[in-house]
């Protein structure tokens, strides 16, 4: 149980173009939703927090109107990369967590986002 | 501010245990958890500490002091797939997750 996935898995696109990634929760609802972000050999970065019909909570020094961040249903939260740079090129992995008392997040298997 | 430490690199003998520290310095203190990470991959999870004292799983054990803000993870029987990079975070008193930059344990045979 508690299966994240995310799509597409890697992605490559060219420079000012946006990309859209999608990260669902599987087999349970989650309320949270989380977008990070892991330059290599770095650790994971919070990006931002996002509630089921809310707007995202985003970190010091995200741009909000940069990564469009929708969750619209319980399973399903989308990050949107718009007017992609060769620096946004990173490992996106998002997190879900249970609705409830649990403080554990269960990751999604993350996409590679590479900008040219 | 908030400050999560862990050695940046550990290397250790195929079938000998190792044990990864992290110190944190944190607003308020909801629980610890480790995370394994390999390369290219999510981070999935190892254990979750929230009191004081030692969690034994299988190969894996999770130690806990909240008053020295100290933890360490111990891996017994290392196998050569345990090389991976092993990351400590701590939920704060906003039940958000600091995360700290990871060990990158290297097993050699």
Redo the contacts between chains.
Sequence with gaps: GAVVSQHPSWVICKSGTSVKIECRSLDFQATTM?WYRQFPK?????MA?SNEGSKATYEQGVEKDKFLINHASLTLSTLTVTSAHPEDSS?Y?CSAKLAGES????????T?LTVL | GQNIDQPTEMTATEGAIVQINCTYQTSGF??L?W?QQHA??????LS?NVLDGLEEKGRFSSFLSRSKGYSYLLLKELQMKDSASY?CAV?DSN???I????TKLIIKP
Excluded: D, H, K
Excluded at chain 1, 103 to 110: H, M
Excluded at chain 2, 40 to 45: D, K, M, S, V
């Design positions: 989380f770095q650790s994971l970065m919070l927090t490992f992995i403080a554990e997040q269960f990751f999604g298997p993350g590679r | 909801n629980g958890f995370y290219g991959e999510a981070p999935t999870f979750y990351l939920l039940y958000q997750l995360w700290g930059a990871g």
